[in-house]
């Protein structure tokens, strides 16, 4: 069983690490983090081994998973482990329910409870949040972030680095441009196209 190494060490690896032992415990994992403040940090059990450039020194070959959790540095450094010729791995909860036609992206993490169904694609780097669903044929950006309880009805399309708050709903067939965020509890009822911030029942601008 190869080593994987989760980058990051904050909230979202938590959520990672242990998606990761549900389904493989005895996998051994490696956390490495950018952030100088990380140095000596124990996470889950797991202390933070270095930076990036540790990847490269002691373990090339090794598989990456996306333990950061905003949008744009997730973005950033999939290019960058790209850029390094890195495998770059999704991590799936074992307790997600995930349709035998949903494609899954690098790097993406569908986290538990999450239900993904019927030709639904996933883009790299995307999450797809605790307990959200994703029904048939949406479409979820690289580095999107569909938040916990999300619901997403079909046909949705969620931009680039975009992130729908928790709770949100949106009715069939909408289109979610890039880097928008729809804050908590909303109701998508019409495109939201122009990047900016939106919010309420239904969401409108309010960022404008």
């Not at 959790?69 to 290019?79: F, H, Q, T």
């Not at 965020?181 to 969401?203: F, H, K, Q």
């Amino acid at each position: 069983m190869s080593e994987l190494i989760i980058f990051g060490s904050g909230g979202h690896a938590k959520v990672v690490i242990e998606a990761v032992r549900a389904r493989t415990p005895d996998r051994p994992i490696i956390l490495i983090d950018d952030d100088p403040s990380a140095a000596g940090r124990v996470v889950l059990g797991i202390p933070v081994s270095g930076t990036r450039d540790w990847i490269a020194s002691n373990i090339s070959g090794s598989p990456v998973a996306l333990g950061i959790g905003n949008n744009r540095g997730r973005s950033e450094l999939l290019d960058w482990l790209a850029s390094e010729g890195c495998e770059v791995e999704p991590v799936v909860h074992p307790s997600a329910i995930v349709g035998s036609t949903v494609s899954i992206g690098a790097g993406a993490f569908v986290a538990a409870g999450a239900v993904l169904i019927a030709d639904s694609k996933i883009g790299e780097a995307a999450i797809v949040n605790t307990a959200a669903s994703v029904d048939h044929d949406c479409q979820i950006g690289k580095a999107a972030h569909i938040a916990p309880g999300v619901r997403l009805c079909g046909n949705v399309s969620v931009g680039e680095r975009s992130l729908i708050g928790v709770g949100t709903a949106v009715r069939p067939g909408m289109s979610i441009g890039a880097d928008i965020v729809v804050g908590a509890g909303s109701a998508v009822v019409t495109d939201l196209i122009e990047a900016g911030t939106y919010a309420g029942c239904p969401a409108r601008r309010i960022d404008a």
